[in-house]
């Protein structure tokens, strides 16, 4: 299946940074991407679905002014979160399809102090 | 919502089969059962899907009812690495294939 990377794996910022978490498609050219989070003992929450060249498609109650998604390539999905505080610390996770399966990237640890 | 509800919790005895259940009785007829498998701080895993037949591959079987309401993935002889949170997610055909995510169930297994 397709092979999905994230970076960084881990980050930790202090509160009103930005943050800027990349995915990528290694072997695949994937038109669209999905960003999920997953606060501690939960389960993963979908935030976006991410197309390439042209705007993500943002679920409810998710602020796309907060959570930029930039897809640029086919290859390449970036998420950053804005003025990050530390209630958007989280284990965020991105995702390709691949025929009629998902593949999930490592995820990405953001702490925010 | 998520469409599946699931057990929060299961043991299993190492070598033993795990049969994990999960109810999904407001499927349509265009929607799939997928099961993926998330260890602690890894994304998560592709384990098996099916739309109405049972399915087997070399992790593990799926199970799903005549009634397609609900499915049972079955662990034919659980390890200690098989220890994880399992989820059920039903996804539809067509369109975009986001997946919403339930509890899922977390599997512990026992030596």
């Known amino acids: 299946g397709a092979v999905v990377s994230q970076h960084p794996s881990r980050v930790i910022c202090k509160s009103g940074t930005s943050v800027k978490i990349e995915c990528r498609s290694l072997d695949f050219q994937a038109t669209t991407m999905f960003w999920y989070r997953q606060f501690p003992k939960q389960s993963l929450m979908l935030m976006a679905t991410?197309?390439?060249?042209?705007?993500?498609?943002?679920e409810q109650g998710v602020e796309k002014d907060k959570f930029l998604i930039n897809h640029a390539s086919l290859t390449l999905s970036t998420l950053t979160v804005t003025s990050a505080h530390p209630e958007d610390s989280s284990f965020y996770i991105c995702?390709?399809?691949?025929?009629?399966?998902?593949?999930f990237g490592p995820g990405t640890r953001l702490t925010v102090l | 919502d998520a469409k599946t509800t699931q057990p929060t919790s299961m043991d299993c005895a190492e070598g033993r089969a795990a049969n994990l259940p999960c109810n999904h009785s407001t499927i349509s007829g265009n929607e799939y059962v997928y099961w993926y498998r998330q260890i602690h701080s890894q994304g998560p895993q592709y384990i098996i899907h099916g739309l109405k037949n049972n399915e087997t591959n070399e992790m593990a079987s799926l199970i799903i009812t005549e009634d397609r309401k609900s499915s049972t993935l079955i662990l034919p002889h659980a390890t200690l690495r098989d220890t994880a949170v399992y989820y059920c997610?039903?996804?539809?055909?067509?369109?975009?294939?986001?997946?919403?995510f339930g509890t899922g169930t977390r599997l512990k297994v026992l030596a």
């Open positions: 995702s390709v399809t691949q025929g009629n399966e998902q593949f």
């Open positions: 991410s197309n390439e060249g042209s705007k993500a498609t943002y």
């Open positions: 997610i039903v996804r539809s055909t067509s369109g975009t294939y986001k997946y919403i």
